[in-house]
Protein backbone atom coordinates (compact mmCIF):
# COMPACT_ATOMS: atom_id res chain seq x y z
CA UNK A 1 0.00 0.00 0.00
CA UNK A 2 0.93 3.61 -0.84
CA UNK A 3 1.94 5.77 2.40
CA UNK A 4 -0.13 9.37 2.29
CA UNK A 5 1.62 9.64 5.96
CA UNK A 6 4.66 9.24 7.28
CA UNK A 7 5.91 10.24 11.32
CA UNK A 8 8.94 9.96 12.90
CA UNK A 9 10.06 10.29 16.40
CA UNK A 10 8.10 14.09 16.32
CA UNK A 11 8.25 16.45 19.30
CA UNK A 12 7.14 19.75 20.54
CA UNK A 13 7.68 21.64 23.43
CA UNK A 14 6.21 25.04 23.64
CA UNK A 15 7.79 27.87 26.20
CA UNK A 16 7.61 26.64 29.34
CA UNK A 17 8.53 23.05 28.79
CA UNK A 18 4.90 22.11 28.02
CA UNK A 19 5.76 18.97 26.35
CA UNK A 20 2.61 19.16 23.33
CA UNK A 21 3.94 15.97 21.52
CA UNK A 22 6.21 13.56 22.88
CA UNK A 23 8.27 10.64 20.58
CA UNK A 24 4.96 10.08 18.05
CA UNK A 25 5.01 7.72 15.56
CA UNK A 26 2.38 7.20 12.84
CA UNK A 27 1.82 5.89 9.18
CA UNK A 28 -1.29 6.58 7.71
CA UNK A 29 -1.95 4.67 4.31
CA UNK A 30 -3.40 5.92 1.26
CA UNK A 31 -7.13 6.11 1.70
CA UNK A 32 -7.61 5.81 5.19
CA UNK A 33 -10.10 7.55 7.38
CA UNK A 34 -8.67 7.96 10.91
CA UNK A 35 -9.51 9.51 13.94
CA UNK A 36 -7.61 11.36 16.25
CA UNK A 37 -9.48 11.10 19.57
CA UNK A 38 -7.95 12.36 23.48
CA UNK A 39 -9.30 15.06 26.18
CA UNK A 40 -8.43 18.77 25.40
CA UNK A 41 -5.05 19.42 25.47
CA UNK A 42 -3.97 16.02 24.02
CA UNK A 43 -1.78 17.00 21.55
CA UNK A 44 -4.78 16.33 18.49
CA UNK A 45 -4.34 19.91 17.05
CA UNK A 46 -0.98 20.71 17.08
CA UNK A 47 -0.44 17.21 16.20
CA UNK A 48 -2.52 18.54 12.72
CA UNK A 49 -0.90 21.59 12.43
CA UNK A 50 2.55 19.66 12.51
CA UNK A 51 1.34 17.42 10.00
CA UNK A 52 0.17 20.35 7.69
CA UNK A 53 3.27 22.21 7.92
CA UNK A 54 1.87 25.00 9.84
CA UNK A 55 3.88 24.36 12.90
CA UNK A 56 7.44 22.83 13.41
CA UNK A 57 8.35 20.32 15.72
CA UNK A 58 11.43 20.56 18.20
CA UNK A 59 14.82 21.73 17.00
CA UNK A 60 17.78 19.42 17.11
CA UNK A 61 15.77 16.47 16.92
CA UNK A 62 15.20 14.18 14.69
CA UNK A 63 11.78 14.16 13.92
CA UNK A 64 10.02 13.75 10.39
CA UNK A 65 6.68 14.26 9.02
CA UNK A 66 6.31 13.05 4.60
CA UNK A 67 3.45 13.60 2.67
CA UNK A 68 3.08 11.17 0.08
CA UNK A 69 7.09 10.80 0.35
CA UNK A 70 7.59 14.25 0.53
CA UNK A 71 9.26 15.71 3.17
CA UNK A 72 6.70 18.17 5.41
CA UNK A 73 9.45 19.25 7.89
CA UNK A 74 12.45 17.21 9.58
CA UNK A 75 14.78 18.06 12.63
CA UNK A 76 12.60 20.91 13.43
CA UNK A 77 12.60 22.81 10.31
CA UNK A 78 9.81 22.97 8.09
CA UNK A 79 10.66 22.17 4.12
CA UNK A 80 11.64 24.97 1.89
CA UNK A 81 8.91 23.97 -0.80
CA UNK A 82 5.89 23.70 2.11
CA UNK A 83 3.75 25.72 -0.16
CA UNK A 84 3.96 23.10 -2.91
CA UNK A 85 3.44 20.29 -0.88
CA UNK A 86 -0.02 22.10 0.86
CA UNK A 87 -1.60 22.38 -2.26
CA UNK A 88 -2.10 18.68 -1.74
CA UNK A 89 -3.02 19.05 1.84
CA UNK A 90 -7.07 20.14 2.59
CA UNK A 91 -7.13 21.48 6.50
CA UNK A 92 -10.84 22.13 7.65
CA UNK A 93 -10.55 24.18 10.78
CA UNK A 94 -12.72 24.58 13.42
CA UNK A 95 -13.97 27.97 12.97
CA UNK A 96 -14.39 27.58 9.36
CA UNK A 97 -11.74 30.38 7.98
CA UNK A 98 -13.97 31.41 5.57
CA UNK A 99 -13.81 35.48 4.54
CA UNK A 100 -17.49 36.17 5.50
CA UNK A 101 -17.81 39.35 3.51
CA UNK A 102 -17.10 37.42 0.28
CA UNK A 103 -19.39 35.03 -1.71
CA UNK A 104 -19.49 31.70 -0.66
CA UNK A 105 -18.39 30.40 -4.27
CA UNK A 106 -14.93 32.47 -4.12
CA UNK A 107 -14.30 31.01 -1.02
CA UNK A 108 -14.80 28.17 -2.41
CA UNK A 109 -12.48 28.88 -5.19
CA UNK A 110 -9.39 29.97 -3.00
CA UNK A 111 -8.61 26.46 -2.89
CA UNK A 112 -7.62 27.01 -6.96
CA UNK A 113 -5.14 29.90 -5.67
CA UNK A 114 -1.99 27.66 -5.57
CA UNK A 115 -2.26 27.20 -9.61
CA UNK A 116 -3.89 30.43 -11.05
CA UNK A 117 -2.19 33.33 -12.26
CA UNK A 118 -1.48 35.53 -9.47
CA UNK A 119 -3.41 38.45 -11.11
CA UNK A 120 -6.33 36.57 -11.40
CA UNK A 121 -6.64 35.37 -7.90
CA UNK A 122 -6.02 39.26 -7.24
CA UNK A 123 -9.44 39.97 -9.58
CA UNK A 124 -11.02 37.14 -8.49
CA UNK A 125 -11.82 36.30 -12.15
CA UNK A 126 -12.57 32.99 -12.73
CA UNK A 127 -13.16 30.71 -15.91
CA UNK A 128 -16.39 29.29 -16.37
CA UNK A 129 -14.73 25.94 -15.86
CA UNK A 130 -13.62 26.69 -12.49
CA UNK A 131 -16.99 27.75 -11.38
CA UNK A 132 -18.67 25.01 -12.80
CA UNK A 133 -15.84 22.95 -10.59
CA UNK A 134 -16.73 25.04 -7.08
CA UNK A 135 -20.53 24.62 -7.93
CA UNK A 136 -20.31 21.32 -8.73
CA UNK A 137 -18.02 20.92 -5.32
CA UNK A 138 -20.72 22.85 -3.44
CA UNK A 139 -23.91 20.83 -5.20
CA UNK A 140 -21.60 17.58 -3.39
CA UNK A 141 -21.93 18.99 -0.12
CA UNK A 142 -25.56 20.18 -0.59
CA UNK A 143 -25.03 24.06 -0.53
CA UNK A 144 -25.23 25.10 -4.59
CA UNK A 145 -28.06 27.00 -3.97
CA UNK A 146 -25.85 29.16 -1.90
CA UNK A 147 -23.14 29.97 -3.56
CA UNK A 148 -23.83 33.55 -4.22
CA UNK A 149 -24.15 34.53 -0.46
CA UNK A 150 -21.95 36.16 1.50
CA UNK A 151 -19.90 33.02 3.25
CA UNK A 152 -21.28 35.40 6.80
CA UNK A 153 -24.87 34.30 5.85
CA UNK A 154 -24.55 30.82 6.33
CA UNK A 155 -25.17 28.69 9.21
CA UNK A 156 -22.15 27.13 10.99
CA UNK A 157 -23.11 23.72 9.02
CA UNK A 158 -23.17 24.86 5.77
CA UNK A 159 -19.94 27.11 6.44
CA UNK A 160 -18.18 23.97 7.39
CA UNK A 161 -19.63 22.26 4.49
CA UNK A 162 -18.40 24.98 2.17
CA UNK A 163 -14.51 24.77 3.84
CA UNK A 164 -14.62 20.80 2.81
CA UNK A 165 -16.03 21.80 -0.63
CA UNK A 166 -12.64 24.24 -1.04
CA UNK A 167 -10.58 21.20 -0.11
CA UNK A 168 -12.17 19.78 -2.59
CA UNK A 169 -11.81 22.09 -5.45
CA UNK A 170 -7.98 22.27 -4.59
CA UNK A 171 -7.92 18.47 -5.45
CA UNK A 172 -6.54 17.69 -2.07
CA UNK A 173 -5.69 14.11 -1.85
CA UNK A 174 -5.21 14.67 2.72
CA UNK A 175 -7.53 16.07 4.36
CA UNK A 176 -7.12 17.26 8.05
CA UNK A 177 -10.12 17.72 9.45
CA UNK A 178 -9.53 19.89 13.30
CA UNK A 179 -12.39 19.15 15.89
CA UNK A 180 -15.24 19.94 12.52
CA UNK A 181 -18.22 19.34 14.36
CA UNK A 182 -17.25 20.63 17.80
CA UNK A 183 -19.34 23.94 17.18
CA UNK A 184 -22.03 21.94 15.16
CA UNK A 185 -25.52 20.91 16.16
CA UNK A 186 -26.56 17.49 15.83
CA UNK A 187 -27.75 17.07 12.07
CA UNK A 188 -24.97 19.29 10.69
CA UNK A 189 -22.57 16.92 12.45
CA UNK A 190 -23.79 14.05 10.67
CA UNK A 191 -23.73 16.32 7.58
CA UNK A 192 -20.25 17.17 8.10
CA UNK A 193 -19.22 13.54 9.11
CA UNK A 194 -21.31 11.95 6.32
CA UNK A 195 -19.53 14.07 3.67
CA UNK A 196 -15.80 13.64 5.28
CA UNK A 197 -16.96 9.92 4.84
CA UNK A 198 -18.07 10.22 1.30
CA UNK A 199 -14.83 12.13 0.13
CA UNK A 200 -12.68 9.63 1.23
CA UNK A 201 -14.56 6.73 -0.56
CA UNK A 202 -15.65 7.99 -3.59
CA UNK A 203 -12.56 10.38 -4.18
CA UNK A 204 -9.93 7.86 -2.45
CA UNK A 205 -8.82 10.66 -0.62
CA UNK A 206 -6.91 10.13 2.88
CA UNK A 207 -8.98 11.79 6.34
CA UNK A 208 -7.70 12.32 9.29
CA UNK A 209 -9.93 13.80 11.61
CA UNK A 210 -9.59 15.20 15.13
CA UNK A 211 -12.57 13.93 17.73
CA UNK A 212 -14.21 14.64 21.14
CA UNK A 213 -16.53 11.91 20.78
CA UNK A 214 -15.43 8.16 20.59
CA UNK A 215 -18.74 7.01 19.25
CA UNK A 216 -18.28 8.89 16.89
CA UNK A 217 -14.86 7.86 15.81
CA UNK A 218 -16.44 4.49 15.97
CA UNK A 219 -19.28 5.06 13.41
CA UNK A 220 -17.01 7.12 10.68
CA UNK A 221 -13.42 6.21 11.19
CA UNK A 222 -12.27 2.14 10.89
CA UNK A 223 -8.79 3.44 13.12
CA UNK A 224 -8.73 5.56 15.71
CA UNK A 225 -5.15 7.15 17.63
CA UNK A 226 -5.66 8.06 20.94
CA UNK A 227 -3.17 10.67 22.16
CA UNK A 228 -2.57 11.43 25.82
CA UNK A 229 -0.40 14.14 26.90
CA UNK A 230 1.25 14.30 23.51
CA UNK A 231 1.95 10.46 23.25
CA UNK A 232 0.38 7.87 21.20
CA UNK A 233 -1.47 5.33 23.75
CA UNK A 234 -3.30 3.64 21.18
CA UNK A 235 -3.27 2.89 17.41
CA UNK A 236 -5.58 0.02 15.89
CA UNK A 237 -9.09 -0.63 15.10
CA UNK A 238 -11.83 1.91 16.58
CA UNK A 239 -14.19 -1.27 17.53
CA UNK A 240 -11.62 -1.78 20.01
CA UNK A 241 -12.68 1.15 21.79
CA UNK A 242 -14.81 -0.04 24.59
CA UNK A 243 -15.01 2.01 27.99
CA UNK A 244 -12.85 -0.56 29.80
CA UNK A 245 -9.93 0.26 27.14
CA UNK A 246 -10.31 3.72 27.65
CA UNK A 247 -9.99 3.68 31.45
CA UNK A 248 -7.34 1.62 31.12
CA UNK A 249 -5.60 4.06 28.54
CA UNK A 250 -6.49 7.19 30.58
CA UNK A 251 -7.19 6.56 33.64
CA UNK A 252 -9.21 9.47 35.46
CA UNK A 253 -9.65 11.32 32.35
CA UNK A 254 -11.56 8.49 30.63
CA UNK A 255 -14.41 9.87 32.71
CA UNK A 256 -14.11 13.34 30.93
CA UNK A 257 -13.79 11.50 27.48
CA UNK A 258 -16.87 9.01 28.07
CA UNK A 259 -19.35 11.72 29.20
CA UNK A 260 -19.11 13.21 25.85
CA UNK A 261 -22.11 12.03 24.13
CA UNK A 262 -22.51 11.06 20.31
CA UNK A 263 -24.97 13.45 19.59
CA UNK A 264 -25.40 12.24 16.27
CA UNK A 265 -26.79 8.96 16.83
CA UNK A 266 -29.37 10.53 18.79
CA UNK A 267 -30.80 10.97 14.97
CA UNK A 268 -33.12 8.89 13.92
CA UNK A 269 -31.61 6.54 11.33
CA UNK A 270 -35.18 6.56 9.85
CA UNK A 271 -34.55 9.94 8.24
CA UNK A 272 -34.78 10.73 4.39
CA UNK A 273 -31.50 10.70 2.77
CA UNK A 274 -29.84 14.58 3.01
CA UNK A 275 -29.84 16.71 -0.17
CA UNK A 276 -26.57 16.40 -0.61
CA UNK A 277 -26.51 13.03 -0.95
CA UNK A 278 -29.71 13.31 -3.69
CA UNK A 279 -30.24 17.06 -5.05
CA UNK A 280 -29.08 17.37 -8.75
CA UNK A 281 -28.83 21.09 -9.24
CA UNK A 282 -28.25 22.12 -12.98
CA UNK A 283 -24.56 23.88 -12.82
CA UNK A 284 -25.67 26.06 -15.55
CA UNK A 285 -28.17 28.23 -13.38
CA UNK A 286 -25.02 28.91 -10.83
CA UNK A 287 -21.73 30.16 -12.80
CA UNK A 288 -21.29 33.58 -10.83
CA UNK A 289 -17.96 35.81 -11.53
CA UNK A 290 -16.80 33.93 -14.82
CA UNK A 291 -13.78 35.79 -16.73
CA UNK A 292 -12.72 34.38 -20.26
CA UNK A 293 -10.22 31.64 -19.55
Known sequence: MVTAININA??????????????????????????LI?????????????????????????????????????NGKIATDIRQIRAGVGFVFQQFNLVNRL?????????????????RSLLRCFTPAEVAHGVEALRRVGIAECC?????????????RAAIARAMVQGAKVILADEPIASLDPESSRKVMDILARVNREDKCT??????????????????VALHHGRVVYDGPSINL?????R??????????????????????????????VWP?????LTPLACAA
Open 148 to 160: TQRASTLSGGQQQ
Open 207 to 224: VVVSLHQVNVALKYCPRT
Open 10 to 35: LNKTFPGGRKALQEVHLNIQAGEMVA
Open 248 to 277: ELYGADADNILALGDHISSLQDSKPAAPHL
Open 38 to 74: GASGSGKSTLLRHIAGLMAGDARQRGLIEIHGETVQQ
Open 103 to 119: PVIVNVLAGTLHRVPLW
Open 242 to 246: TPALL
Open 281 to 285: TPLAS
